[in-house]
């Protein structure tokens, strides 16, 4: 590993006209170790475009490794909302920088205050139409096959992503109202799951947050007892949810042909249990 020392020092000579001291400068930034990414924040104003670029598929390969090393802090955590909170915010800063600004727990206090001001005594219907209606976060359904669509903190910065995702912020939001959301894997989509006037509903998020009564439901899957069954009463447990949003992310990259990323969501998934 590369001393702290010498960032100085190779940052100088990243962009040097010798292609030799180039070479040598890049593996010893290759073997600086995953804090490359934060150490380099005191180096911000001389980073220009160039030096950026070269960077960059260091700063990628040092992502995959800051998350091999700290996904499982998620399990750790105690309550299933926290689980899965702490989930989402591994995969933002692994998408959009481990020194990215924004922290996820602010955006989300900052959704709970604002409902607050605006329904003071609202219901988890009136959350619902507050995120999905009033604030306009939608479902992707241009670009459905973008990985950052399975980020939260893109998702309610650019009021759009996949179903899992607009119910997870619908769920961590809620908690903070002191409301009961829970997720629920419908066959072939993702919705979330309240319980108004002693009836099961369903909100469907990626439309909207469209409401489906729990009549509806029993119709909609009358061929399916034990489905229907499962939806009403069952429960959906944070690592389903997680499993789930890995998923989504190989599928994404699939898409988007890259490899690299691909492969490290197959292999966290495979020790995700």
């Excluded at 750790?76 to 692994?94: G, H, M, P, V």
């Excluded at 369903?202 to 119709?219: H, S, V």
């Excluded at 034990?226 to 190989?250: E, H, P, Y």
Aim: glycine letters at 6%.
């Amino acid at each position: 590993m590369t001393p702290k020392n010498d960032l100085p020092f190779l940052v100088d000579l990243m962009d040097d006209e010798t292609i030799e001291v180039r070479e040598e400068v890049l593996k010893g930034l290759t073997g600086y170790g995953i804090s490359l990414e934060e150490d380099l924040l005191e180096f911000t104003d001389v980073l220009n475009g160039e030096r950026l670029e070269l960077l960059k598929p260091i700063l990628q390969e040092n992502r995959r490794n800051w998350l091999r090393t700290n996904w499982i802090m998620w399990s750790k955590e105690n309550s299933e909302l926290d689980k899965l909170e702490k989930a989402c915010e591994l995969i933002a800063k692994f998408q959009l920088g481990i020194t990215y600004p924004k922290k996820l727990s602010v955006l989300l206090n900052e959704l709970a205050l604002s409902f607050r001001n605006f329904y003071p005594f609202g219901t988890e219907v009136d959350l619902s139409y507050f995120l999905f209606q009033q604030l306009g976060i939608s479902g992707d359904k241009q670009d459905y096959y973008n990985p950052l669509n399975s980020n939260i903190i893109y998702s309610i910065e650019n009021k759009k992503g996949l179903p899992i995702t607009l119910c997870i912020i619908y769920m961590l939001v809620g908690a903070r109202l002191g409301f009961s959301i829970e997720g629920c894997s419908f066959p072939g989509h993702f919705m979330a799951k309240i319980n108004a006037d002693e009836e099961q509903i369903l909100i469907d998020c990626f439309n909207g947050g469209k409401i489906i009564y729990e009549t509806e439901i029993k119709e909609m899957l009358k061929d399916s007892f034990d489905n229907m069954q499962t939806i009403l009463t069952g429960k959906t447990l944070s690592v389903d949810i997680i499993r789930r949003m890995l998923g989504n992310l190989i599928n994404a990259y699939k898409e988007k042909g890259n490899q690299p990323d691909r492969y490290l969501f197959y292999e966290i998934l495979a020790y995700t249990k």
